[in-house]
């Protein structure tokens, strides 16, 4: 079994930063990409950061140069630096992994999610 916690999100104002982090625990044999989602009231789950376990990273258009993901592979924890907050960032916040459990197998796994609120 595996458990993704996130933590870091909470209310700022417009121009603002937060700083969310993921962490995996549990039956881990490695970690290949992980990822960060968000989800808005009545809108669909979308991608907003992806970063492969080579440090390789893509981010959805509207957060581009404004956001970084970054990983430490030791720690098996993500982190997604959240600069020049913007009220349509508002939503909840979900880490997302695809974990190796064993040599040969693989399955994505999803955080409990964390709110992020921008106020104009």
């Known amino acids: 079994q595996v458990q993704l916690v996130e933590s870091g999100g909470g209310s700022v104002q417009a121009g603002g930063s937060l700083r969310l982090s993921c962490a995996a625990s549990?039956?881990?044999?490695?970690?290949?990409?992980m990822g960060w989602y968000r989800q808005a009231p009545g809108k669909q789950r979308e991608l907003v950061a992806l970063i492969n376990r080579g440090g390789g990273t893509n981010y959805a258009d509207s957060v581009t140069g404004r956001f970084t993901i970054s990983r430490d592979n030791a720690k098996n924890t993500a982190y997604l630096q959240m600069n020049s907050l913007k009220p349509e960032d508002t939503a909840v916040y979900y880490c997302?992994?695809?974990?190796?459990?064993?040599?040969?197998?693989?399955?994505?796994?999803w955080g409990q999610g964390t709110q992020v609120t921008v106020s104009s």
């Open positions: 997302n992994a695809e974990v190796m459990t064993t040599p040969w197998s693989s399955r994505d796994y």
């Open positions: 549990g039956r881990i044999f490695s970690i290949n990409a």
